[in-house]
């Protein structure tokens, strides 16, 4: 390969500089051009390349965000936005592409190169941490680290008031970041859409601990719960439930914005780096992610149609220490 694309798309997660940083200067060190595309599959639509160098990337690894910007483009999902999107690609030279971005940005480069035998290669970048194929995506230790700060702040509130506070937390439709937060912020329940605790349930867990002495609490809520979000959850548990003052607290797009962590800033240069070695091994239609600290690498198929859920263990864990 002499030209490899790379574009970011879908939702920002804190990392996607690191991984672009590592893409750029793995080309470049393997003496192949880059080329930037910026706003996602739009701009691969409209022409907005960019030639990247290894100075291009100075100063980005501890940058939130992405410097590509990113969008969500409906005239890809047509077959003639993908046309117009695959003659740009040629006209520039571009041998493969790195897509990095979650499941529908997957989807988009897995179409790509049914159509078209463009080699695409993912990495997984999302704060929800449900693309299979890796043990952890890009973005996800940096946002369940802001909800942990903003719930410990929370707490002293709590405290304070003798307050029961429901937080909500993104995700979609994984409960990854209401698990790990809700463990590592001492939560005394946490609803997950994928085992969906009751407003039954969590009324006896709130009267088992008041009657334990506890005087104040707070219970995570994902997103995508299936109980309809934290303001109906505690519009139901008022109903049934009056002994403690209750506020709801949703955390809403802050838990996406930030520098990343160590843990992904290391994470994303290493998947970068993997991506471009991947390419260059032939490997396509595939995505590059870390399984048991290794390099691994899963069709792009697989990892759309398939889902990474959390540890059940974790959440038994969470149930025992919340007494």
């Given at each position: ?27 470049a ?27 291009s ?45 979650g ?26 941490n ?7 995506c890009?973005?996800?230790?940096t ?30 439709n ?25 407003v ?10 008041e009657e ?36 709801v607290?949703?955390?809403g797009?802050?838990?996406?914005g ?40 899963t ?25």
């Amino acid at each position: 390969m002499k030209r490899i694309g790379v574009l970011t798309s879908g939702g920002d997660a804190p990392g996607m500089n690191a991984a672009l940083r590592a893409v750029v200067r793995a080309c470049a060190y393997n003496n192949i051009e880059v080329e930037g595309i910026f706003q996602g599959y739009q701009g691969m639509i409209e022409g907005d390349f960019k030639r990247l160098n290894e100075r291009s990337v100075a100063r980005i690894l501890g940058r939130g965000g992405t410097i590509l910007k990113s969008s969500r483009s409906k005239e890809f999902m047509t077959k003639e936005g993908r046309k117009k999107a695959y003659d740009n690609l040629k006209k520039h030279g571009v041998d493969g592409l790195i897509t990095i971005g979650g499941n529908g940005t997957f989807t988009g480069a897995h179409v790509l190169y049914q159509e078209y035998g463009v080699p695409v290669m993912g990495i997984p970048g999302s704060i929800d941490n449900d693309i299979y194929g890796t043990d952890h995506c890009i973005g996800f230790d940096t946002a369940t680290n802001t909800v942990v700060d903003a719930v410990d702040r929370i707490r002293d509130t709590a405290t304070s008031h003798n307050r029961l506070f429901f937080v909500e937390v993104m995700g979609r439709n994984s409960g990854f970041i209401a698990l790990k937060a809700g463990i590592a912020t001492g939560a005394i329940a946490i609803i997950l859409p994928e085992d969906e605790m009751t407003v039954e349930e969590l009324i006896e867990t709130l009267r088992a601990t008041e009657e334990s002495g506890k005087t104040s609490s707070i219970v995570l809520v994902a997103e995508g719960s299936k109980s309809g979000g934290a303001y109906e959850i505690a519009r139901q548990v008022n109903e049934r439930y009056d002994e403690y003052e209750t506020r709801v607290s949703v955390l809403g797009h802050l838990q996406r914005g930030g520098a990343p962590s160590c843990y992904d800033r290391v994470l994303a240069s290493r998947m970068g780096v993997a991506a471009v070695d991947g390419l260059l091994q032939g490997r396509k239609d595939v995505m590059v992610g870390i399984v048991n600290d290794r390099e691994s690498y899963t069709s792009l198929e697989e990892a759309i149609t398939r889902k990474n859920l959390p540890n059940r263990d974790e959440l038994r864990i969470a149930r025992i220490l919340a007494i």
